[in-house]
């Protein structure tokens, strides 16, 4: 979610640093012209008092004539920038360079006529540091209230230029530093913002691990999301009431049911007494009724696990997978299955030891039930990445991918095996149990035919 809100906040910035910056630089560019326009406007000022007592060019020069020469060809030598004073019909009354003649179109032009007018010409256009223009300048020469002459300024812009260059340059980097201070200024707010939400969301993994005290300090962030940790830390109390009830019903019906079912199981065996030797009714009643009672206890075993914390400790996976396979090989020598370890003989992990054995039992003893005679049952136990494994491979005939996405589910059994004895709360006790330890179970198909089943216990220590 960081990786979402932080790009929002940042265009959002960067365009108000845009927004800020953009009509600045514009500004810095037109003062630094308007600047040079002032000084121009100054200059034609000063050229202008000076031209308006220079008579008509004759034979043998006037003295103010030479003057004016003099100061305006001192000007461009100066600063560099064409000056001259030309009569109505563009006649030079005064110029420097000698070479430079007033343009017959383009913006001196255009500054000429509008000073024959009598005024000072317009603004030139906007120079732009990557343009190589100039700024013209015209004021009128009156005399007697009439315009009798131009003063035309032709200035080039590259001090100008890069007068404007150097101010951007302040400006951007002034920016810069500025989205630098967002930048930190957005991920602390992101932080603040997101805290709330990542401790909502570890709080919300922790109860779907079956962690189901873990709750959320609502002390952070804005007063929605304060809010918002309020009512989950509500709805998970209700949800662990709900679900310790459940619990407690299941366990409570269980318990109870077992007494009559003991009754029941001992009327029907004094009732087979009074009937013929090998009745098949009597038979599939007492089968039923010893299924059932192995149903109550499989509920209650499920219950207790789903209520007891996991008392973890640093286990020797290898040893305690050996000590069930011991224990469950005289039961497959006298199905004629073969069942073995290989692998590491030495991986440790965090887990409840009893709860683990139980999960290997339930495992083992479900690959035995449905591995034929002959066959073999692998048991490997390994280490992959942060987790211990014991992978419990059989021969027998395997499931289908619609029914891999099933098993584990409670009282679930395939269609194709309901002739086998079980209640089908094996795997899910076993879930149950190595999920309160932060350890998982997982299934898939053992090739050329068979099931997969991979026992999974956390190598890392549990957090505080």
Do not use: C
């Amino acid at each position: 979610m960081r990786t979402r809100l932080l790009p929002v906040l940042i265009v959002l910035m960067a365009a108000v640093l845009l927004a800020l910056g953009l009509p600045l630089a514009v500004r810095v560019a037109a003062a630094e012209q308007q600047r040079v326009v002032i000084d121009r406007i100054d200059d034609t000022a000063r050229f202008a008092a000076l031209a308006q007592f220079v008579s008509e060019p004759v034979e043998g020069a006037d003295e103010r004539q030479r003057i004016l020469q003099t100061e305006l060809e001192a000007y461009e030598s100066v600063y560099g920038i064409r000056v001259g004073v030309f009569y109505r019909d563009d006649r030079a009354l005064a110029k420097a360079p000698a070479s430079w003649f007033l343009p017959r179109e383009g913006e001196g032009r255009e500054a000429f006529k509008e000073a024959l007018l009598g005024r000072r010409s317009h603004d030139p256009p906007q120079v732009w540091p990557w343009q190589d223009g100039r700024v013209v300048v015209a004021s009128p020469v009156v005399r007697d209230g009439d315009v009798v002459a131009v003063v035309v300024t032709d200035s080039p812009t590259g001090e100008m230029r890069s007068r404007t260059l150097r101010g951007w340059l302040l400006i951007g980097l002034g920016e810069s530093l500025a989205m630098l201070v967002a930048l930190g200024a957005a991920f602390r707010l992101a932080g603040w913002v997101l805290l709330p939400v990542r401790v909502l969301d570890a709080a919300t993994h922790d109860i779907a691990s079956g962690r189901m005290r873990s709750r959320v300090a609502a002390s952070g962030g804005p007063p929605e999301l304060r809010r918002l940790a309020r009512s989950f830390n509500e709805m998970a109390d209700n949800v662990e009431d709900v679900l310790e009830q459940q619990r407690a019903f299941v366990a409570d019906a269980s318990h109870q049911l077992r007494n009559p079912l003991a009754a029941l199981l001992l009327r029907i065996e004094l009732l087979a007494l009074e009937l013929p030797e090998g009745n098949e009714e009597i038979a599939s009643v007492r089968t039923e009724g010893k299924r059932l009672a192995r149903v109550l206890d499989d509920l209650l075993d499920l219950a207790l696990a789903e209520h007891t914390a996991a008392d973890l400790q640093l286990t020797d996976i290898a040893a305690l997978t050996a000590e069930r396979v011991a224990s469950w090989r005289p039961l497959a020598e006298e199905k004629g299955v073969r069942l073995t370890q290989d692998g590491s003989p030495a991986v440790t992990g965090w887990a409840d030891p009893v709860a683990l054995s139980s999960a290997l039992d339930a495992v083992v003893d479900n690959a035995l039930k449905f591995t034929p005679p002959g066959e073999e049952v692998r048991v490997t136990v390994g280490a992959d990445g942060t987790g211990a494994t014991v992978v419990v491979a059989d021969r027998g005939p395997g499931l289908t991918e619609q029914e891999l996405e099933r098993i584990g589910d409670r009282f679930w059994r395939s269609n194709r095996h309901q002739n086998v004895q079980g209640s089908g709360l094996g795997l899910s006790i076993s879930r149950t149990l190595l999920t309160a330890g932060g350890g998982s179970i997982g299934y898939g198909t053992h090739e050329p035919h068979g099931l997969r089943v991979t026992v999974t216990v956390p190598r890392n220590p549990p957090q505080a």
